[in-house]
């Protein structure tokens, strides 16, 4: 991934089309779940309020990005409460958990690894980076979705695809569709599914 893109990107504050006010499609789906809190991940959490958010529910958290603009720009926004959250720049690709957590979130990071390496090395992050137990709720661009975004193609997928993509270890719990409204007006058609790391036998 390349973090001068992603940069730049930010730059445009609130105006990316991916920004939402408020994540209630990602707060529902981890409230299915059923997780006591414990320790989150938000990956490619970017400039989204989910990090407040969870840190308000009593998860310990961690923001992931590679674009060290948007983690500025998150921290600014939290103000004092930005100290209670670790913010770490880092291409998903190639970082890896040093304890596994027991929430993964990522809205709209995965849809954008076209090439097999980097969604095999993507799962086997995941992989390592979940608790058995654990859940990870994961938005990408449903089937009829958007191909391109920020400039760069992406995969679509419906629920089953995106289970098959992360590969074994992992159960499809629940998924639903939404409609994200861009800050330009425009429509982007999302799934977001809900998926439970196996436990160990």
């Known amino acids: 991934m390349d973090r001068a893109h992603w940069n730049a990107a930010y730059c445009a504050g609130d105006r990316v089309s991916w920004f939402e006010a408020a994540p209630e499609a990602s707060l529902r789906m981890i409230a299915r779940a059923g997780l006591v809190p414990g320790r989150a991940i938000d990956v490619g959490g970017g400039t989204s309020a989910l990090a407040g958010r ?3 529910m009593g998860w310990e958290v961690t923001v992931l990005d590679i674009s060290t603009t948007a983690l500025d720009l998150a921290q600014e926004r939290l103000g004092a409460g930005a100290s209670q959250i670790a913010w770490v720049a880092g291409d998903i690709t190639r970082w890896r958990a040093a304890v596994p957590f027991d929430l993964w979130h990522d809205r709209a990071v995965f849809h954008f690894l076209t090439t097999p390496e980097d ?5 086997n992050g995941l992989r390592a ?5 654990g859940a990870a709720v994961i938005a990408t661009f449903a089937e009829d979705g958007p191909e391109r975004c920020s400039g760069l193609p992406v995969r679509r997928y419906a629920p089953e695809d995106l289970l098959s993509a992360l590969g074994a270890g992992l159960r499809l719990e629940a998924s639903e569709r939404f409609v994200h409204v861009t800050p330009g007006g425009g429509e982007q058609r999302f799934q977001i599914s809900l998926l439970r790391r196996e436990k160990e036998q």
């Not at 969604?119 to 799962?123: F, I, P, S, W």
């Open 54 to 56: 969870l840190r308000g």
């Open 119 to 123: 969604r095999l090395a993507y799962a």
């Open 129 to 133: 980076g979940l608790r058995p137990g």
